[in-house]
């Protein structure tokens, strides 16, 4: 089964392909993971991807489409992969489909996991990190058992300027025009399957699973 999760920034991505990742036996693939995987083995292209984010600038759609290729070549990835982060533009979305056909396969559904824009800045403002430790929680999803402090160093927790509501909202209004067309190209293959992402990791993820067994 190879699945593509769209979704804005907040919708559970990460979190819900993690758990199909387990269940169905096939890695998840994010962008941000392969990236520092093909820096820390110093891969060519891996290297290449550091200067562009040593320099603070993006890295090139030639770069990550490379890198993403490699990953899709690995042995873990002959039975299926979930790719999350991958693609966020058109172009990326058609080199996609070029290394599929090297490969001999197809994307089999993209999941588009929905939310109202309010409930996704909540979910985002809301985070608090522990600067010390690592350690994540939330003011109202997953709160620490001391307010502002961390359960496991007892550090006092802070909230990341990419998680300040207006950074948040900007950082939505970016990628919603970018996701709109991801929707359109998919839909328009009859890939595209729409599921909320609202009531829960639980919940959610039952219906993901429902629906991915349906159409297996």
């Given at each position: 089964?190879?699945?593509?999760?769209?979704?804005?920034?907040?919708?559970?991505?990460?979190?819900?392909?993690?758990k199909l990742e387990e269940d169905l036996s096939i890695p998840h693939i994010a962008t941000g993971d392969?990236?520092?995987?093909?820096?820390?083995?110093?891969?060519?292209?891996?290297?290449?991807?550091?200067?562009?984010?040593?320099?603070?600038?993006?890295?090139?759609?030639?770069?990550?489409?490379?890198?993403?290729?490699?990953?899709?070549?690995?042995?873990?990835?002959?039975?299926?992969?979930?790719?999350?982060?991958?693609?966020?533009?058109?172009?990326?979305?058609?080199?996609?489909?070029?290394?599929?056909?090297?490969?001999?396969?197809?994307?089999?559904?993209?999941?588009?996991?929905?939310?109202?824009?309010?409930?996704?800045?909540?979910?985002?403002?809301?985070?608090?990190?522990?600067?010390?430790?690592?350690?994540?929680?939330?003011?109202h999803n997953n709160p620490p058992q001391k307010e502002g402090i961390c359960d496991k160093c007892g550090?006092?927790?802070?909230?990341?300027?990419?998680?300040?509501?207006?950074?948040?909202?900007?950082r939505i209004e970016i990628n919603e025009e970018k996701i709109k067309k991801l929707i359109d190209y998919?839909?328009?293959?009859?890939?595209?399957?729409?599921?909320?992402?609202?009531?829960?990791?639980?919940?959610?993820?039952?219906?993901?699973?429902?629906?991915?067994?349906?159409?297996?």
């Amino acid at each position: 089964m190879n699945l593509i999760f769209l979704g804005l920034p907040g919708a559970g991505k990460g979190t819900q392909a993690k758990k199909l990742e387990e269940d169905l036996s096939i890695p998840h693939i994010a962008t941000g993971d392969i990236f520092r995987k093909a820096i820390k083995e110093k891969t060519l292209l891996g290297e290449k991807a550091k200067s562009y984010i040593d320099a603070g600038e993006l890295v090139p759609d030639e770069v990550t489409i490379g890198i993403v290729k490699e990953r899709l070549n690995e042995e873990d990835c002959k039975k299926g992969f979930i790719l999350d982060g991958f693609p966020r533009t058109i172009n990326q979305a058609e080199s996609l489909d070029d290394i599929l056909d090297d490969l001999s396969r197809e994307v089999d559904m993209v999941i588009y996991l929905k939310a109202k824009i309010s409930k996704l800045v909540e979910r985002l403002s809301g985070r608090r990190v522990c600067p010390n430790c690592g350690a994540t929680y939330h003011i109202h999803n997953n709160p620490p058992q001391k307010e502002g402090i961390c359960d496991k160093c007892g550090t006092e927790l802070i909230q990341r300027s990419d998680d300040k509501e207006e950074t948040v909202r900007r950082r939505i209004e970016i990628n919603e025009e970018k996701i709109k067309k991801l929707i359109d190209y998919y839909n328009n293959k009859g890939l595209l399957y729409e599921v909320k992402s609202t009531g829960g990791i639980d919940k959610v993820h039952s219906r993901l699973l429902s629906l991915v067994k349906e159409n297996s």
